[in-house]
């Protein structure tokens, strides 16, 4: 391949990796760790040699010399009759953090949830999730981290103690018509506004206030003025052909990226005889995961957006007739992207992430040239994830501050770590007489409240949710509280003066407002129940278009002006994992690596390569950027003078996980016309000369210089379907004998393909899998020590320079190669193949030789270094009892000293045939689907047996795009790739 | 063949722990002390309701050996009447209660037979009442059974020792054959019990334990002839078959209330159960390592096999006996012997080969072990 991939910049350089060698004497240490200290010191001679013997013998003797535990059968008083014991059933839900929505279905086994699935129904989502929302599982049982009873004053209450302290308190300041306020994270839910609407009602001085850690002001306003409307429209990227994005990470954090992902793999699927796909061109400073994505991604410092925009609108204003501004000159010529837009008018797409209005009225008024609103972009059905506009948050704190606010009752909020002046507001609390925090658990901000009224989990309660016009999503316990914890709403009406059943309350919100009260139409308690069954109801009702104007659009051309300042840009931006720090707390996320940087348990100082190297940094090497120390990565793709730094780290009062990880950055947003901005120019940037190592999980995956990841363009495609993939033709022409024995597979015989050109990178399935699969954290340290336990990882490669960077996405789990290399290293046969084509892993066979490690060429084996389980040295969710409860019974938790890997979820396998057999029926195609398949939210991966001539797999197999991984080894995997197409344009010049 | 021996799996080398290990259990190295909690009774109190209990003294109205009936032991066979253990804590728990009314009173027919010529005083029903005290404390003791196996392995060990110093220095006995023999035996003897006790650690067969109600499958399944899926219902749906909640113990037995051997004792526990809203805790008799997958309804439903072809006779069963030693070697051979519903059940209409070979006459039937019943992952995951 004349293409050049490389991992790391090491590898890039042709420099031996450093931190492998590293590491390699590391573990030798480690392994002298295991004795004990004393081993070390003492010389060892025979008599040790015999002593130690002698003690590991007797005291494992004496350990097992025990006698066989009594176990107890403890059976239900009354089995409910919806639930077998032992049998897993699944409700419909609804995952809202206050920042991502999305249908879920929630796998409940003996009365306890223990996973979290996307719900298929939904039509924006077609079951597909997020990291974020996999994760959400552990916050349940994070028994640390959550409250467990109400709070006074940070001692323990109840609720019979502060409920009459906090209504008398209320009372008083409605007899003096003293100020309440009610701050909230944005709230999609129609019912609990109507709670807050009936709260409103008692306390008729009461206020609510929306506020958004990370908003969407920009957009709302610029909504304001182009439409007169104050919303977010819905998008539709399958629609577009032609994708602009200006450091929107749509795919990643931006609105919704599940549904949006699901769009957009929607248009970049080649199969059955589809031979188009959409071009998607980012501009972007910091390498987010939808610019790796992008078929041309040109890095920009956001000072330049403006003005790219501004020509870009220029352009296509002059080309149609409408008036143009005098706006600077832009450094890329954006002719190109212009016409291209021109050419797929009303199949275009234009987004920013930025939070300026005026770029944001811009965009507008490019997207409305275009002709795509209502058809790109909806209007019509507007999306409710965000409401915050960050200017009322100002008021408050001011209003706050001079004393005016009596009451301040939060939910879901946490001012005191993600205000951007968080002192100004933690001082301003303090002069508010009555301040209460609802929040299901800890965090910065209700460390300060007076009263903490817990709420539950979303898992434990009951509500709904209106995302966006017209589509409605319930949501149900799934489990009896397990604290002394109170629906927050329920608290609100209580104050209120109404001691409701909050399911009675939605019930009776839904049968006024939503229950279609149609002659004919069948009970409201049956249409309930089926509701949600399902979960998910699409009225499809919309809101009409909105008629634009150009208001605005003159100011905001002329507030564009070329950037003089000197110094770096910050670029602040979610992190896929962590988002903006509410989920902190959750190992999972905290170990999750970052998609681009892959690295986990930090946020970084993401800066150009080549501005690193003048300076001679490595990754690791501590900079002071804007007054914050930080760890750098050299971030190929990163734009010349800017530097990225994530949000949602630096926690310091939300638990054991997250405390102390990272640095928080959100004190330095500016806030200024009261908008955050989310980049700030002018930063000053010096070298401290430290140094810490960073928990990269990646460069000792390097593949190197084969072709892992094979890749084309759309035009070669055109011309010949096998592009990119003649080695695959080479491979089937030439290993035609083999050594090893024909496996045969009676029955089944699993595959699974991974579509290189829908798989993102998003990570979903590393988390989904690992829920499922009981795959333990094992901290930083572990991490550095390149012992990261994931069983499906995603490879992330760069291709071409350090500026002009290509990245490339794949997912790698256990092949399940027919002739698999670890198989037959296994001295003692722990490992072997099934008549089902998986390679098998019986753990307690394993006696931890490693030699399948060594052998597999895939190196997607892991070893248990440690013990992960009830173990102090690892404190997360698996040494904790009530964490403990969101392990999945179906699967061992395995011991130290053992080797795993992948399985295909063998449990899902034998689940879904058994049922089969019981229903005396063959296994349908789409039936099993392991972990990672379900929650893809791409459908990037397609799981089915390859013995089934009909099956999706089977058709894939046969693909022209399809090879398997290093396929020269004759290893015959059954996990298959598809070639990555890139819709390349032509080179955008600078001018 | 691999037999799995531990739910714990670790680096050490298991051959050494094994060996030691049994050394251990043979030895039966097992001390349970309880506490004697501050009851509101003199020791001289509860001494007499011992001797009383025991038949040791005399009651007013003759010599009663109470604890014939009323065991003090863990029972090997089934003994319908309730321990002593039962009758102290149903006298120290219940609100009330009056033992010597009860004994007045007999509840059941079965009682009013057993007790008939037994009458006792207040002041001895309150010296009972101390004893039970030192029962509930105490629990039943447990059945120790002679420990043969232990004294000849210690015997033979002393005998080798004998022998080899009798070998090296000693030279007592004139046929060096002698000595030598019973070396030769006796390490034979310790061999074949080490060998038998590291295949069987673990394993539990013949495990019967006492029950917290004298529940008698022979009296249900066997002479009353009740199906066994109408209490274990799960069975065809879910891996487990599914202990009967006490509502569904309540379906019949809120009419029948006595039985006629343990009269009302028992049965009123289930009418316990229910009122103070606590589940009875039973004692699971069959178990598997944590790292097996076992599902019943793959075998009873799917596989079509019957209950008692792992169970054994349950129905002849008062207490339920684990019959077969549940080791993976029992599986497998299963696996290879039982055969497949292949034809009857469409699951395996896209079996194609093995289709094909059952027409050509090439196999006469499908085996589990056929359809990958021997794969490690059929079980372990």
Known sequence: ?991 | MFKPMYKNFTHYSQTAIIILAVIFSVSNLKASEKKHGDAPYTGHQIDRGQRLFYGLAVFESGKHNCQSCHYTQVPKEVNWNPSAVDLADKALKTKDYNLKKVMDNPSSKVMRKAHEKIKITEEEAELLKAYFYKVEQKGLEPSKPFPKNLLIFLTTGILMALAIIDLLFTHKIRFKAIPVLILLISLAFHIKVIANEAIMLSRTPGYQPDQPIKFSHKVHAGQNNIDCEYCHSSVNDSKVAGIPSNQLCMNCHNVVREGSRTGKFEIAKIHEAVNNNKPIEWIKVHNLPDHVFFSHAQHVNAGKVECQTCHGEVEEMHMVRQVKDLSMGWCINCHRDTKVQFLENDYYSTYHSLRKALETGKKDSITVEDIGGENCMKCHY
Request: with cysteine.
């Open chain 1, 1 to 991: 391949m004349s293409k050049k991939y490389w991992q790391s910049l090491e590898q890039y350089h042709e420099e031996p990796d450093i931190d492998q060698h590293k590491s390699e004497s590391k573990q030798k240490n480690d392994l002298m760790e295991l004795m004990g200290d004393e081993a070390l010191q003492k010389k060892s001679s025979r008599r040790n040699f015999l002593k130690f013997c002698g003690f590991t013998v007797s005291s494992a003797a004496i350990a097992s010399s025990c006698e066989n535990p009594v176990k107890k059968a403890i059976p239900f008083l009354n089995r409910p009759a919806e639930m077998t014991p032992g049998e897993a059933d699944f409700y419909a839900s609804t995952f809202f953090d206050g920042n991502e929505f999305c249908s879920i279905l929630v796998k409940n086994r003996d009365g306890r949830p223990i996973k979290i699935e996307g719900n298929d129904l939904s039509p924006f989502t077609k079951g597909g999730t997020t990291a974020n929302v996999q994760s959400s599982i552990l916050s349940l049982y994070d028994s640390g981290g959550r409250y467990k009873q109400p709070m006074k004053e940070d001692k323990r209450s109840s609720w019979k103690q502060v409920d009459p302290e906090i209504k008398d308190k209320l009372e008083a300041i409605k007899e003096k018509d003293g100020e309440i306020v009610l701050l909230t994270s944005s709230i999609i839910s129609p019912t609990a506004k109507q709670s807050i609407a009936d709260f409103r009602k008692y306390y008729p001085s009461a206020k609510h206030v929306t506020y958004d850690a990370v908003s969407q002001t920009g957009m709302l306003r610029a909504n304001k003025r182009s439409f007169n409307k104050q919303v977010i429209p819905s998008y539709h990227f399958d629609q577009a052909d032609v994708i602009v994005s200006f450091g929107a990470d749509f795919l990643g954090t931006w609105i919704s990226p599940a549904e949006f992902t699901l769009q957009y793999s929607k248009n970049r699927k080649l199969n059955a005889g589809k031979d188009t796909m959409s071009q998607h061109i980012q501009f972007e400073a910091g390498m987010s995961l939808t610019g790796s994505n992008a078929d041309r991604r040109i890095p920009i410092k956001p000072s330049e957006e403006g003005i790219q925009l501004a020509n870009l609108y220029n352009i296509i204003a002059r080309k149609m007739g409408e008036t143009s501004f005098n706006v600077p000159s832009a450094r890329i010529n954006m002719k190109n992207v212009a016409a291209k837009l021109m050419n797929n008018r009303g199949r275009s797409l234009v987004v920013s992430g930025s939070n300026d209005v005026n770029i944001q009225v811009l965009v507008n008024a490019i997207n409305q040239l275009l002709g795509n609103y209502g058809k790109t972009i909806d209007l019509s059905r507007p999306v409710y994830i965000k409401q915050g506009i960050d200017s009322e948050m100002r008021d408050l704190v001011n209003r706050m501050n001079q004393g005016k606010v009596e009451a301040l009752i939060m939910h879901n909020v946490n001012p005191a770590y993600d205000y951007p002046d968080a002192g100004e507001f933690s001082k301003g609390l303090n002069k508010v007489d009555l301040t209460i925090h609802m929040g299901h658990a800890k965090n910065e901000t209700s460390k300060k409240a007076t009263y903490v009224c817990p709420d539950n989990h979303y898992l434990e309660s009951w509500g709904d949710a209106l995302p966006k016009e017209g589509f409605y999503s319930l949501q149900q316990p799934l489990i009896r509280k397990l604290y002394t914890t109170r629906q927050w709403q329920e608290s609100l009406l209580k104050w209120a003066g109404k001691s409701i059943n909050y399911l009675d309350y939605l019930k009776k919100h839904w049968e006024t407002n939503i229950y279609p009260n149609k002659a004919g139409l069948e009970s409201f308690s049956s249409w309930w129940n089926k509701t949600l069954q399902k979960g998910v109801l699409d009225t499809g009702k919309d809101n009409g278009q909105p008629d634009y104007t150009t208001r605005g659009l003159r100011q905001a051309a002329n507030s564009i002006k070329k950037s003089n300042n000197k110094g770096f840009e910050l670029v602040f931006y979610e992190s896929v994992a962590l988002r903006d720090g509410k989920q902190a707390n959750n190992p999972w996320l905290q170990e999750l690596p970052d998609p681009i940087a892959k690295i986990s348990w930090d946020n970084f100082a993401a800066i150009p390569v080549q501005w690193g190297e003048e300076k001679g940094l490595k990754n690791g090497d501590i900079i002071k950027v804007d007054g914050i120390e930080l760890p750098v990565f050299l971030q190929p793709g990163q734009a010349k003078g800017t530097i990225a730094v994530a949000y949602g780290y630096g926690r310091s009062e939300t638990g054991k996980v997250a405390d102390g990880v990272g640095k928080n950055v959100f004190a330095h947003i500016p806030f200024q016309s009261g908008i955050r901005y989310n980049t700030k120019p002018g930063v000053e940037v010096s070298v401290t000369g430290k140094h810490m190592e960073l928990a990269l999980s990646q460069t000792h995956h390097s593949m190197e210089g084969r072709d892992i990841v094979r890749e084309t363009t759309l035009d070669e495609y055109k011309k010949d379907h096998a592009a990119g993939n003649h080695a695959h033709e080479e491979f089937v022409k030439h290993h035609k004998e083999s050594l090893y024995k024909k496996q045969e597979f009676p029955g089944h015989h699993w595959g699974l393909i991974v579509d290189l050109n829908s798989c993102i990178g998003c990570s979903n399935c590393m988390v989904a899998c690992q829920a499922e699969n009981n795959v333990p954290v094992v901290g930083k340290e572990q991490v550095k020590n390149r012992r990261i336990m994931h069983w499906i990882r995603v490879d992330r490669y760069f291709s071409g320079d350090t500026e002009d960077t290509g990245t490339h996405h794949q997912p790698v789990m256990c092949q399940h190669c027919d002739n698999a290399p670890c198989e037959n290293v296994c001295p003692v046969a722990a490992t072997m193949h099934s008549d089902e084509g998986l390679n098998q892993m019986a753990y307690n066979r394993c006696i931890g030789t490693k030699y399948c490690i060594n052998n597999c060429p895939y190196k997607v084996r892991r070893f248990n270094w440690y013990r992960y389980v009830t173990n102090n040295e690892f404190d997360y969710n698996m040494n904790d009892e009530v964490g403990l409860m969101a392990l999945n019974p179906d699967v061992t938790v395995r011991e130290r000293g053992v080797v795993e890997k992948c399985t295909f979820c063998v449990q899902r396998i034998q689940e879904k045939k058994l049922q089969a057999k019981k229903e005396g029926r063959p296994l349908k195609d789409g039936d099993v689907q392991p972990a990672c398949v379900q929650s893809c939210p791409a459908k990037a991966l397609t799981f089915g047996d390859l013995n089934d001539p009909d099956s999706e797999v089977s058709k894939l197999v046969k693909d022209k795009r399809n090879y398997g991984l290093l396929e020269q080894l004759h290893t015959l995997p059954s996990v298959n790739y598809l070639t990555k197409v890139r819709n390349k344009p032509e080179e955008l010049e600078e001018v």
